[in-house]
């Protein structure tokens, strides 16, 4: 089992940046592919970016892809979700969630550890 924590996320202006990160521990984490997810209030959980076990893949869903960027650090066991042109339509409460799989999917049904999750607010 891995356990996640993320952390990073706060209140920010419209085009700022802000950089969340999921913290590991429990089993070997580069055994694990890892992907981010968001969901706002009222509507269904939503794939932001996955990362493969070894890095070596990356994904990211359309409403973020340029301006976010997804990258993991298997010594220090954290995965980094770095934000850029934040947009109010971003908001949201931002999870990590790791799978034991080479590949990362879009699908939360794929994963199998969840954090708890960390609140990301864009103002206009």
């Known amino acids: 089992q891995v356990q996640l924590v993320e952390s990073g996320g706060m209140l920010v202006q419209a085009g700022g940046s802000l950089r969340l990160s999921c913290a590991a521990s429990g089993d070997i984490f580069s055994a694990y592919s890892v992907g981010w997810f968001r969901q706002a209030p009222g509507k269904e959980r939503e794939f932001v970016a996955g990362?493969?076990?070894?890095?070596?893949?990356?994904d990211y869903g359309p409403t973020v892809k340029s301006r976010f960027i997804l990258s993991r650090d298997n010594v220090r066991n954290a995965v980094y979700l770095q934000m850029t042109s934040l947009k109010p339509e971003d908001t949201a409460v931002y999870f990590c969630?790791?799978?034991?799989?080479?590949?990362?999917?879009?699908?939360?049904?794929?994963?199998?550890?969840w954090g708890q999750g960390t609140q990301v607010t864009v103002s206009s």
């Open positions: 990362i493969s076990r070894n890095s070596g893949a990356t």
């Open positions: 969630a790791a799978r034991s799989g080479y590949n990362s999917y879009p699908t939360p049904a794929e994963y199998d550890y």
